[in-house]
DNA sequence: TTTCTTATTATCATTTTGTTAATATCAAAT
DNA sequence: ATTTGATATTAACAAAATGATAATAAGAAA
């Protein structure tokens, strides 16, 4: 192996193309929560989570849903891509975004060999309304089931219902306490289905200690609204008197009242950092 | 833009370097805890955190620290990468490793364009002594402080002390809550820092809600052991009790005792899966 | 006016933590 | 042999957090 004799000289003769090398995609968990006032189709009124899918209308996974994404490019700051990719699905800027994990299986992209990162997105859909790209859609998560940790997920927006089951394999020492593996998939690209359950945990997890709900959050709502988010999100009814001592320090009264609801008004709320 | 009537055919159509390609990296993080008897320059035997690093003999950064790392290859499976480096570097298999984030800054690599998936390993030093690399050294946290969101890291591996210091800084909505900056460092070669820091953190948060830190310990130990390496990941003593209660439904009471310590002997204990 | 529905808070029981202190036991020093 | 030092282990109690039920409030709709 030659030696050199600084860092410029080595560099002055370093070829890239001495290894074969790969792409990188960004691909976008885009989470929301459906208020029923846009849900058209639903009669009840009880929320859901929802995720944004694209109907791909290119080769590879023709007609098919997935996340969106694309290409980092080579001069491209890793983290622009997702945001470039989320301007241009929803038009919105300054939007939460959180990296959430890299996948690299070996064929998870029929074209060549593709890294993707995964980024989770969490935005008040009431901000968007308008602008959506034509083959974006809005499917609500109409069932989340996890049983000896096989997990199944039904997704629908209205017109189509999707849904795809992955199984999480306990895995003793070697890497991430679980590894995921999809069992069934019928109408999701690429491995995408991993994105949606990883995000989901990580939502439901970070709940618990961070302020990230808010994000999903109209600046001022009630707490009624707030809980029915939070149940929505962890599968579960929660009780009013623990809510509220929960995100007691999160949250600051306003003089805003809702009213019209057909019961007693409330108050509404602003979101508040703590400490 | 040219339409094709099958996945084969596009395929057969596609060709990879359409589009400037880039090379990704994986980087891990190795921590253990130091046994003062292993640490022969210490004189005090209070435990601390220690990290894995090797010395660059050749550029980019020559003669600086690394995390241990390589290139992934083309036909790699993402997560056999770590593997191999880890076995390449500690002989082990089967060792803890979980992935910890991607980093991709335009400028962490002199040579091109690279991006980097960081990877946190965890292993009871014990369990290697004699074969190790022999560019590599063990380096011990001897200072960690965080103050106004300012992180500083000293390590020392007997030798030749270290530090950096990496600033979080806080964004509202865009990214993750923080983004995180060197802002000082004299040794470590490329952004690892904040793979050390990224890490570290990681690991002070699971240690709560996981057993992620029996990867650490040997199979045998004594409760006091065990609470030293929680003392020295969080940063704090634990009040006996306390700590007691934590893990009482993550271990066993064996037949075994440790004496000869000077004090009252105590029985060990082995990991337990709970639930 | 009454009924329905959700909002909001009080109240109490239960469980979980925080803290101090008591007792135990071996090694080393006297 | 006894005392001292050090950590192990657990009891005991106070303080705080949580779970759960019930009471009261107030607009909309009947």
Redesign the interface.
């Known amino acids: ?1 030659k030696t ?1 004799k ?2 410029e000289e ?2 002055k003769d ?1 070829n ?1 193309n001495d ?6 995609t960004a691909d976008i968990l885009i989470l929301s929560v459906s208020s029923s006032d846009n849900a058209n189709y639903r009669k009840t009124d009880d929320k859901k989570m929802s995720v944004l899918l694209i109907k791909r209308d ?5 007609d098919m849903w997935c996340l969106p994404g694309g ?9 622009s891509a997702p ?1 470039r990719i989320l301007k241009q699905e929803t038009n919105l800027d ?6 959430l ?6 064929t998870r992209d ?4 593709v ?1 993707s ?1 995964s980024y989770m997105s969490l935005i008040d859909k009431n901000r968007l309304m308008e602008h959506l790209n034509e083959n974006a859609s809005w499917f609500d998560i109409v069932l989340y089931e996890e049983k000896d940790d096989v997990v199944t997920i039904v997704l629908d927006n209205g017109n189509e219902t999707i849904s795809f089951t992955i199984k999480k394999e306990l895995r ?6 679980y590894s995921f593996h999809i069992v069934k998939n019928n109408s999701i690209a690429f491995d995408h289905p991993l994105v949606i359950l990883a995000g989901l945990e990580r939502l439901r997890n970070k709940l618990e200690y ?1 302020d ?1 709900v808010f ?1 999903m959050m109209p600046e001022y709502f009630t707490l009624g609204e707030l809980q029915k988010v939070y149940e929505v999100i962890l599968g579960k009814k929660l009780l009013d008197p623990a809510f509220r001592r929960i995100i007691k320090n999160k949250v600051v009264k306003t003089e805003k009242i809702k009213t019209g609801e057909g019961h007693r008004p409330s108050y509404m709320f602003k979101y508040k950092k703590s400490k």
Chains 1, 2 share one sequence.
């Open positions: 192996m050199y600084s860092e080595f560099l370093y890239p290894y074969k090398r790969l792409s990188l290119n080769y590879p996974f023709k290409f980092v490019g080579y001069d491209e700051e890793l983290e945001k300054n939007i939460y975004l959180e990296q994990y890299t996948f690299g299986g070996l029929p074209r060549m060999r890294i990162t003793e020492k070697t890497t991430d306490r961070t990230i994000n």
